[in-house]
């Protein structure tokens, strides 16, 4: 299921976590906010680990970078 494997790229694999949320920004969702509440994910949590490894969300391009 969707929601336990984002959590567990959230916890795990930073680079895996920075593509599958592109990967939905992309394809599924129009902002970060709609996808975290839609997948109940922790979007503090995921700003943080993607901030850890150099990439930060841009909301109008609505992806990760």
């Keep these: 299921n969707s929601i336990y494997s984002a959590l ?5 694999d ?6 599958f949320l592109n990967m939905k920004l992309r394809d599924q969702y129009a902002s ?4 975290c509440d839609d997948l109940d994910l922790p979007k503090e949590e995921i700003l943080e680990k993607m901030k ?7 909301a109008h391009h609505n992806k990760f970078w």
């Design 8 to 12: 567990q790229l959230i916890r795990q």
């Design 32 to 35: 970060l906010d709609e996808l």
């Design 52 to 58: 850890m490894v150099g990439f930060e969300y841009d």
């Design 14 to 19: 930073p680079m895996m976590l920075y593509s």
